[in-house]
T-cell receptor, first 112, second 112 residues
Framework: SAVISQKPSRDICQRGTSLTIQCQVD?????MFWYRQQPGQSLTLIAT?????????ESGFVIDKFPISRPNLTFSTLTVSNMSPEDSSIYLC?????????FGPGTRLLVL | EDQVTQSPEALRLQEGESSSLNCSYTVSGLRGLFWYRQDPGKGPEFLFT???AGEEKEKERLKATLTKKESFLHITAPKPEDSATYLC?????????????FGTGTRLTIIP
């Protein structure tokens, strides 16, 4: 299985600011995803990070709010822009194949 | 729209007391059903992928089964270290679709 790291592991931010979360994988992967896990709720896919092209966003998520970069096959970033308290959540990076998806440790974000 | 419902929301068992967790799903066409374990403060840990009704997979004290409408995660003679939240997710058929739709999980506590 892939070893996935995320930075930062947690952060406390003020409303109106932006935070960029990094995801690093120890091997080249084709598929990379970003999920959100809100308190007491299930994981929800934000977008698929495509290498060399724009990310594919799920319904309810837009590029202006959650811009994503994927410069190579081992790295991606997710930015949470113009944050509000409703953005307080755990953000998770995931990689894998169609048969198996592995998750990073998550970034715990609190917006005040 | 794909939906996943897990029950019960929480389950407390004595050490050695076997039980089952349920995952009911509706999906346009099932490619795979995934089970994950999530410990507090960590990302989900992949356990199993099941593809067709009647399929079973085992790992230590865990056995996952699949029917056309639901999946069960059977826990045999659990130990305190099995305490975690167990997540179920489905992946629908479709070209280029790797999205996982998650349930809200079952929080399992094993009492020594």
């Amino acid at each position: 299985s892939a070893v996935i790291s995320q930075k930062p592991s947690r952060d406390i931010c003020q409303r109106g600011t932006s935070l960029t979360i990094q995801c690093q994988v120890d091997s080249q992967v084709t598929m990379m995803f970003w999920y959100r896990q809100q308190p007491g709720q299930s994981l929800t896919l934000i977008a698929t990070a495509n290498q060399g092209s724009e990310a594919t966003y799920e319904s309810g998520f837009v590029i202006d709010k959650f811009p994503i970069s994927r410069p190579n096959l081992t790295f991606s970033t997710l930015t949470v822009s113009n944050m509000s308290p409703e953005d307080s959540s755990i953000y998770l990076c995931s990689v894998g194949t169609r048969e198996t998806q592995y998750f990073g440790p998550g970034t715990r974000l609190l917006v005040l | 729209e794909d939906q996943v419902t897990q029950s019960p929301e929480a389950l407390r068992l004595q050490e050695g007391e076997s039980s089952s967790l349920n995952c009911s799903y509706t999906v346009s066409g099932l490619r795979g059903l995934f089970w994950y374990r999530q410990d507090p403060g960590k990302g989900p840990e992949f356990l199993f992928t099941l593809y067709s009704a009647g399929e079973e997979k085992e790992k230590e004290r865990l056995k996952a089964t699949l029917t056309k409408k639901e999946s069960f995660l059977h826990i045999t003679a659990p130990k305190p270290e099995d305490s975690a939240t167990y997540l179920c997710a489905v992946q629908a058929l479709g070209f280029g679709n790797e999205k996982l739709t998650f349930g809200t999980g079952t929080r399992l506590t094993i009492i020594p």
